[in-house]
């Protein structure tokens, strides 16, 4: 895809965007829209960005939903940031970490909002894992991703990517790739393509479970040693007898050689509620 740049001018140009951050502007007003109108989002709807960068989404969502809350780390991009959105009374600019800042507090005054985000590689895994907890009240969680990530968002049992953030991104949501992003897209371009994932937030999750921290816990010790049997790894994190872990296994009806990269979330579940009374 060849970049199409808007030749208006920008308070970022001239910025030199930091590599330690992970920052890749995306400026390509056409390409964002078209991004934007994948996601839904309106003028009844709150939005969190996260990572607003040089402005050019920011200021497309302000015209577009009814207030836009943007945190940003890096204090040069903050006076950039309030000359591109000057005049947009429904933009609250925020100063700080996201994974160091109380969301729920933030958007406290919402009775729920949608998540726009351009994360870096880095910290994709941390922030995903924050924000797929269940105690926000989001409408959905719409985010610009290595394309590797992506992937590893809306992966399906047996495959390499399949891991804890998938399950943990549909049992909440519903993920899916809107469309790959090319390297070429960014300012400056990143190593490798991108992906935009669009992830609405279901009504009720994805399988039902007694204790949701059992299931949880279940799932990411299934995947701590990849090439050990399910069983194996159970044994290993919770140093019980295999007698007990294979009762565990076959009452849940699954193959007491089975490796936790073959399970479906509904298997994960199945698991999970027949041990959830038992101390693990």
Known sequence: MKQRKSTQHRPSQGFRQKHALGQHFLEDTELLNELLDATGVGIQDDILEIGPGGGDMTRLLCSRCRSVT??????????????????????KLVEGDILKTDIAALMADKESFHVVANIPYYLTTELMERLLQGDLLLKSVNVMVQKEAAQRIVAVPSTPEYGPLAIRAQYYTEPQIVREVKAECFTPPPKVDSAFVYMPWRTVPAVSVRDEKTFFKIV??????????????????????????EEWLSRAGLPLNVRGEALTLQ??????????????
Do not use: H
Request: proline share 3%.
């Open 70 to 91: 943007a945190v940003e780390i890096d204090r040069d991009l903050i006076p950039i940031l309030r000359v591109m959105l000057e005049g947009a009374a429904n933009f």
């Open 220 to 245: 990411r010790t299934a995947f701590g040693l990849r090439r050990k049997t399910l069983c194996n790894n159970l044994i290993a994190t919770y140093k019980l007898d295999r007698s007990q872990v």
């Open 267 to 280: 298997q994960f579940a199945d698991l999970a509620n027949s041990i959830e009374n038992e101390p693990v």
